[in-house]
């Protein structure tokens, strides 16, 4: 018997230079070859007679062969003819160079066939058919007769050799496969076992066998996932000498938001208290705070960001809130700085606009403990960069920065508390998975807002610019974004975009505004638009993150394909702030549909996690993790959206057991798939 770490060219019918081409696909032992599953699935089972076969129709007979043989054909190609007939009819099986055919498919064996019938010269043919010899007392047939797996088999390697490889792999380790989730969980959830489960994903007897294997291995797959993240969460805990509830976070959790709201003109909403408590309780802990704030545009997250930051300054800790871009970067340093001249706090701002004798001060500033509060971009990592007690790191539009990177931030303190903020819509439940080493607080809107869009094709964009030039006409203001800043081979870019719009709209009062403008040029276009010098702001997808201009009103998109669901629902996020009527264009290349019925669903669907929703199934959970969770496996073969009811279960079946036994003592078979997988140390 072999056990999941034997090699494969072990295998009865690999051998090295097979050994060689599954390993192109990643297998190199018997536990990668098992856990290769099938791409799909034909059922063969169904037997039709010959004569009720239709051409072009897949169908599987059963028939016996009557006479066989080969001759050369076109070029010296050998064709391999077969004869056979059932009670109701005669066919014909064609192969190419297969001359060994003629010592298997014999006058008088009978044969299961699975292929498209096709007339030929008036007969009934098979061209290289799947089949399958029946034989007394050799069990099922592998490939024909059943619901068949098929797979994506390395280049030289077919699929009648791939399924027998694995038959000989499943014989192989027989009682060997060991079991990683506990037996009171898989007989309370009537999971079945992993043993059966493998052999009917790759050689189902039924349909149920194969959807109880389906549901058995994504739970599977599922829990070791969760499990990996509920360790590193309470690794992180683990972590001694965190702010605990005498140190600078102390006292009582929720009693600073009454005296956060003193510093505010508006009275905070329900869900930013609820956040703003959940945050309090965190920061009061033996261990750091890992806590995701997740909430649309305009649902308030860096004001719930605020009064993260004014708790831990208040209790003698500093705080550093990182941006993607100088523009959001400016965007939190006026909002913070308007907000902390109340309580007497100085806040610093570190991008690379900035003049290097401010860079110099701010970051001296800042090793000797005199600026509390510090906003920047990319400049906030530098090794050189020193806090004195830096206590709370916020880094906004998580997803565009890497693990690594937020934990370069976080490596700057003694156990620092981490916030992150995301306006990317993520479901709830998803969330709650992908971010399972941390813990979720969700804002809703502030208003509720009313954004009507309309998509028009390239041959309407004068049609959509006429609508757009109607509207600020009557005085709005809004955005024109297109896909890229120079023109491309088949798009206009902002900058063609900006002259044409000086020269035929002048009245539009535009303003070109990019990623690649200086600081101080961006200051002046952003504060320009806000003061109503201008009208218009022409610009890139800079506009995604860090324009708060509530006034805008209409928002175009050109060559909208080339953003990702989520970057349109972000830009759409930037008008109608102040919950006044709002119209969203968006111009789209019809002559790719999958792209354009992408934006046919952008423009029907208005709520963010209806839409992220359908991102996933779009994108696929690969590009959704990405490197959010970095070290996470991909997932095989679960599908986040549709298996999201396993994940909930598989979650909190793992959370209970690490939270019971976080050394997984009891748990050694499962401890050990978690390391083989890279996802467990010590």
Known sequence: ????????????????????????????????????????????????????????????????????????????????????????????????????????LVPGCRVLLSGRPSIYQGEKSMIHPVFEVLKEGTGRPTEAGRIVALYRPPEGLSQRAFHLIML??????????????????????????????????????????????????????????AAALRKRRLDSRGVAGGPGPEGPAGGDPAAFISDFQALLSFPLTESQRRALAEIGADLGKGYPMHRLLTGEVGSGK?????????????????????????????????????????AGWEVGLLVNGLEAAEKARVAEKLAAGEIPVVVGTHGLLSERLKFRRLALAVIDEEHKFGVNQREELGEKGREVNLLLMSATPIPRTLALTLYGDIEVSSLSPRVSRRVATYLFNRLEREAAYRL????????????????????????????????????LYPHWKPALLHGRLPLAEKRRVVEGFRSGEFQVLVATSVIEVGIDLPEASILLIDDAERFGLSQLHQMRGRIGRQAQEALCLVIGDSGAPESFERLQLFAQTAEGEELAAEDLVLRGEGEIMGERQHGLPPLRIADLRRDLELLNTARDVAFRLLDGDPGLTGQPQLRERLARQGLWEG
């Open 302 to 342: 860096t004001l719930v960001a605020a009064g993260a930051i004014f708790r831990t300054v208040r209790s003698g800790g500093q705080a550093a809130l990182l941006a993607p871009t100088e523009i959001l970067a400016e965007q939190h340093f006026m909002t913070l700085q308007r907000l902390f001249a109340r």
């Open 168 to 225: 000989s792999a499943l014989r192989e380790l027989g009682s060997e496969v060991k079991e990683v989730v506990p037996f009171a969980e898989r007989q309370r959830l009537n999971l079945g076992n992993l043993r059966h489960a493998l052999k009917n994903i790759h050689f189902p007897v039924s349909e149920t066998d194969l959807r109880k294997a389906r549901e058995y291995l994504i739970f599977e797959e599922f829990f070791l996932l």
């Open 468 to 503: 757009f030039d109607r509207y600020i006409r009557s005085g709005q203001t809004g955005y024109l974004v297109a896909s890229r800043l120079k023109d491309g081979e088949d798009s206009f870019g902002a900058e063609h975009i900006y002259r044409d719009a000086l020269g």
């Open 1 to 104: 018997m072999a056990d999941f770490e034997t090699s494969v060219r072990y295998l009865k019918g690999v051998g090295e230079q097979r050994a060689h081409l599954l390993e192109k696909i990643g297998v190199r032992i018997l536990f990668d070859l098992v856990y290769y599953f099938p791409r799909r699935y034909e059922d063969r089972k169904k037997i039709t007679p010959v004569a009720e076969t239709v051409p072009g129709q897949p169908a599987t007979i059963c028939a016996t062969v009557l006479t066989s043989g080969s001759k050369s054909g076109w070029r010296g190609k050998q064709i391999f003819t077969a004869a056979l007939s059932d009670d109701t009819g005669l066919i014909y099986a064609t192969f190419f160079n297969q001359g060994y055919l003629k010592d298997v």
